[in-house]
């Protein structure tokens, strides 16, 4: 039998791969924690809580397709936190796929899901091995309630809003900055419409009286994951963060983008971008606290036969990610997934079952569903 531990956490330094080594470690499974800095990645884990009880080994990778495969080789499931992924993802996804492994990443970028699945989808499919980029609160918490409002059938419209209480970390700023010149969209009758870059909402907000400035967010998964799902025809998401002096931010920079960020080089977009992120957020935010740190996931499905509301509260958008990445390996582990190639959280392991895992750890409450059917 192979020493190797079986799941590789790549970019176990950042606020989210730390959480994902926590859950790992609450289900007992043995892991690999790496990143660019051996130095660093030890500073970290000995932070961990509880880490005294985990099975676990450090390594220091280089960021190249072949030193990642190496380190990758033996193992089972790759579990990638070094984002932005369309600048980072590539070389982790071409690793995985050289050493076996299944891959799941953090990603909330429609851009990069488009692209894995183009790219990768059928050559993870032929091997039976799972590519799931965005496994995260950012978008299977609002597709739990969406597949939850599909139970029905005879809906096949979803109109989706996610939103939490929170401030992002740095590679989350970097992310949401480095979506910005990129093409999104939205489904309208099966096909892609792309979304005015301009496009904001004052939306309703399950649960309060006050409205919430939402955003289409990259244009977020989930046209991604219904495009060829033979329930749904249109699909359009919203989100963004309650604090609304950051969403006013990203409408503020949407206009330089538009206007002079987008008619420099590619590569001057990408340094004017980062350079932007970063002077809003080069720190770690707090450690998540539940009672000031919620998310709602809400999701309005209609069509011929009538309408389904479905809510999640929740808390804790990172804890959510960690434990949701977490879950997925241990699952991986025991069982291959229901759908093997590019698939969702839910297409891969069901949405009953990732919601049973996010409330057995008080991380979201019952969904409240409505219906008029
Ligand atoms: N969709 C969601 O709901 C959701 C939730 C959580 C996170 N995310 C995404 O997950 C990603 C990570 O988030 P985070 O909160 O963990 O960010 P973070 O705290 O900034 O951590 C980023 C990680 O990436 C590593 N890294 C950065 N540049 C690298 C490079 N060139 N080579 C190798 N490693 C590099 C960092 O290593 P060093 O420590 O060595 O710098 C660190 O480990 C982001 O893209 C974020 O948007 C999404």
Redesign the pocket.
């Known amino acids: 039998m192979s020493s190797k531990k079986p799941v590789v956490i ?9 959480l994902v080594a926590e859950y790992l470690r609450e289900y007992h499974v043995p892991f690999i924690a790496a ?3 051996g130095k ?2 030890k500073e ?1 884990m000995d932070k961990v809580p509880g880490i005294e009880s985990a099975d676990y080994e450090i390594a220091e990778v280089e ?1 190249t397709t072949e030193a990642l495969t190496k380190l990758f080789k033996g193992a089972k499931v790759v579990c990638n ?5 369309m ?2 993802g590539p070389e982790a996804v071409e690793a995985s796929l050289a050493a076996g492994c299944h891959y799941t ?5 429609q851009n990069w899901m488009m692209h894995a699945e183009e790219t990768w989808g059928e050559k993870f499919a032929a091997r039976g091995l799972l590519l799931s980029p ?1 496994i ?5 918490t609002g597709e739990i309630a969406a597949n939850i409002c599909l139970e029905t059938p005879g809906l096949d419209t979803l109109d989706i809003l996610v939103l ?1 209480k929170g401030f ?5 700023t ?3 900055f480095s979506i910005l010149t990129a093409d999104f969209f939205h489904l309208e009758q099966n096909k892609y419409v792309q979304w005015s870059p301009f496009a904001k909402a004052e939306v309703q907000v399950p649960g309060q009286h006050a409205v919430a400035m939402a955003l289409p967010w990259g244009g977020t998964a989930h046209p991604v994951w219904f495009k060829n799902d033979p329930r749904v025809a249109n699909c359009k998401a919203m989100g963004g963060v309650f604090e609304r002096s950051v969403m006013e931010g990203v409408v503020q920079i949407t206009t330089v983008v538009e206007e002079q960020i987008k008619k420099m080089p590619k590569a001057q977009q990408e340094k004017a971008l980062s350079d932007m992120a970063a002077s809003l957020q080069a720190g ?1 935010p707090p450690r998540e606290n539940p009672r000031v740190n919620s998310t709602v996931d809400s999701v309005h499905a209609s069509g011929p036969l009538g309408r389904v509301h479905c809510v999640i509260h929740g808390n804790c ?2 804890k ?3 434990l949701l990445q977490a879950y997925a390996a241990y699952h991986l582990l025991q069982t291959p997934p229901r759908r093997a190639g590019f698939a969702s959280g839910c297409q891969a392991f069901g949405h009953r079952e990732l919601l049973g895992v996010l409330q057995s750890f008080g991380l979201s409450g019952k969904p409240i569903v409505s219906s008029y059917t």
Do not use: C, L
């Not at 936190?81 to 992924?85: A, I, S």
């Open positions: 790549y970019g176990v330094t950042g606020y989210t791969g730390r990143g660019r800095d660093r990645v970290v960021h936190m070094v984002g932005p992924f600048k980072y990443d953090t990603n909330g970028e965005g995260a609160q950012m978008y299977t939490w992002p970390t740095y590679a989350s970097q992310t949401i770690m958008n990172y959510q990610t960690g």
